[in-house]
């Protein structure tokens, strides 16, 4: 899915409104408009609000750089290598900015033997950014100027469908940015929506690649998804894919065990060994 075909999605035909957004969100977007730049509500604050559910999070999408973001909020601060965000802080509430991102040039990224990107610092349009996106349901864009929902991946079908479907070729995403496998997980446990065949065929065979992310990141990440208030769905997930072996290769290796040996016992029980 590398086509974008855009689908206005007006103000009449969908619940999202300013009056449920984060004030401090809206105060983001609307000093960026001041200055001249476009900025959307993107991502989970839409996702949620059209499942009718409260947004956690409020992620701005905008054209305006990071260092022109930054600029503009005394109150903010840059982060990351791989992709520069800034985060705008409110008392206790962080608002994430993020310029467009681009499709990259050979020569403009940095990819690891295994293809995941360690550098893409690449600016783009609106549309090029909804590509560049990990899964549909959380590509589309509220414009708080004119109040429609811009989709240009084909979103609100899969969110309507409960369906987890990664944008473009599932191995290549995931080896991209193999964390994408665990929040492919965590998005269908939360939401109890299904993972789309495609998505969901690549992860096996693609595991062991979570072995090449930061320690940091993966406790960040096995945070979020024994946190989500799913944590047996998770676990079940995560031993059905194979992804909990390279996060607790420990406790997996006990658990194989373990089972190994109810399975002999089992057949010793019933004198079928």
Do not use: C, W
């Amino acid at each position: 899915m590398s086509d974008t075909s855009l689908n206005i999605i007006s103000r009449d035909n969908h619940p999202v409104s300013r009056r449920l957004l984060s004030p401090s969100a809206l105060k983001v977007m609307q000093r960026l408009h001041d200055h001249g730049y476009k900025a959307y509500l993107v991502g989970g604050g839409v996702r949620d609000i059209l499942l009718n559910q409260q947004p956690k999070d409020f992620d701005i999408s905008t054209n305006a750089h990071p260092e022109q973001v930054h600029a503009l909020f005394k109150n903010s601060r840059l982060i990351g290598r791989r992709f520069k965000l800034v985060h705008i802080l409110f008392g206790r509430e962080t608002i994430e900015v993020a310029t467009f991102r681009g499709k990259a040039e050979e020569h403009q990224e940095k990819q690891s033997e295994h293809g995941m990107l360690l550098r893409d610092n690449v600016y783009g349009t609106i549309e090029e950014d909804a590509v560049r996106r990990d899964f549909t349901i959380n590509a589309l864009y509220y414009s708080p100027k004119d109040f429609n929902i811009y989709d240009f991946v084909n979103s609100l079908p899969d969110i309507q469908g409960k369906l987890i479907r990664l944008i473009g070729d599932p191995e290549t995403r995931y080896r991209e940015d193999p964390v994408r496998m665990l929040r492919a997980l965590r998005f269908a446990a939360k939401l109890d929506f299904r993972i789309e065949t495609n998505t969901k065929q690549a992860i096996v065979n693609l595991a062991p690649l979570l072995g090449n992310i930061s320690p940091a990141r993966l406790f960040d990440e096995v945070l979020k998804l024994f946190l989500s208030g799913k944590a047996v769905e998770i676990f079940k997930a995560l031993r059905h894919f194979k992804l909990f072996e390279p996060l607790f290769p420990s406790v997996n290796h006990t658990l194989d065990n373990n089972a190994k040996k109810a399975y002999y016992s089992s057949l010793i029980e019933h004198g079928l060994n």
